[in-house]
């Protein structure tokens, strides 16, 4: 089975910055998308950023100014860099994977979130 298992949420004061990290177990194939999600409460869940296997990023609208994803595929990892937090950006911050299984389908696992509380 593929496994993914975020950390590094918590509570932070505007302005501040954290590093939400997703470790990736299990048959990830070697053509694969990690991406991170985000879905503030009573709101509905939003693309934050995707990397895919080959390195290329997409962000999501409003995403690519203040965060950054990268991946460490040696630790089937992918991170998230959030910096100048925002009380908007309380939420709950999910990752996701889709493996590749054919040219036209792919098999997709989320983790089960983080919390993400940003004070004024």
């Known amino acids: 089975q593929v496994q993914l298992v975020e950390s590094g949420g918590g509570s932070v004061q505007a302005g501040g910055s954290l590093t939400l990290s997703c470790v990736a177990s299990g048959n990830l194939g070697n053509t694969n998308t990690m991406s991170w999600f985000r879905q503030p409460s009573g709101a509905q869940r939003e693309l934050v950023a995707l990397?895919?296997?080959?390195?290329?990023?997409v962000y999501g609208d409003s995403m690519e100014d203040r965060f950054t994803i990268s991946r460490d595929d040696a630790k089937n990892t992918v991170n998230l860099l959030m910096t100048n937090l925002k009380p908007e950006d309380t939420a709950v911050y999910y990752c996701k994977i889709a493996v590749a299984a054919t040219q036209w389908s792919a098999h997709e696992f989320w983790g089960q979130g983080v919390q993400v509380t940003v004070s004024s």
């Open positions: 990397m895919s296997s080959g390195g290329s990023a």
